[in-house]
C-alpha cells in the first residue's frame, strides 16, 4: 500500500490559514482517490475533502465548503489542503488517506492513512 505523510499543521489564529500537505511514497499517488479528513479530540473521525485521481472532481463537507480547498499534484505524488478562514472549531488532527474505490465520504473505503498532523486554531 502507499505511505502518507502529513505536514503542514501548527497554531493559527481564527481567520488565518494553513496549507496542509500530503507526501505519498511506496504507490503512485495518481493509482488512489484522495481524501482529507480530522478527528477533533472526543469526537469520531469525519469527511472533509475528497478528490479523484485526475483531480477533475472535488467533494467538499459543507462545513468547509468555501473555505478549504484540496488539490493534487500527481507528478509530485502529493496532495494538498488549503484551509482558509480558519475557524476554532476547526482545530482537530487532520489526516489524509488514500483509496482505490468506494465513498469518498466514508472512513472505511479507504486503504492507507497518514499518521495527521495537528492544526489548532485559536479565538
Known amino acids: 500500500q502507499v505511505q502518507l505523510v502529513e505536514s503542514g499543521g501548527g497554531l493559527v489564529q481564527a481567520g488565518g490559514s494553513l496549507r496542509l500537505s500530503c507526501a505519498a511514497s511506496g504507490r503512485t499517488l495518481s493509482s488512489y482517490d484522495m481524501g482529507w479528513f480530522r478527528q477533533a479530540l472526543g469526537k469520531e473521525r469525519e469527511f472533509i475533502a475528497a478528490?479523484?485521481?485526475?483531480?477533475?472532481?472535488?467533494y467538499y463537507a459543507d462545513s468547509v465548503k468555501g473555505r478549504f480547498t484540496i488539490s493534487r499534484d500527481n507528478a509530485k505524488n502529493t496532495v494538498y489542503l488549503q484551509m482558509n478562514s480558519l475557524k476554532p472549531e476547526d482545530t482537530a488532527v487532520y489526516y489524509c488517506?488514500?483509496?482505490?474505490?468506494?465513498?469518498?465520504?466514508?472512513?472505511?473505503?479507504?486503504?492507507?492513512w497518514g499518521q495527521g498532523t495537528q492544526v489548532t486554531v485559536s479565538s
Open positions: 488517506a488514500a483509496q482505490y474505490s468506494g465513498s469518498y465520504y466514508s472512513t472505511g473505503s479507504y486503504v492507507s
Open positions: 478528490i479523484s485521481r485526475s483531480g477533475g472532481s472535488t
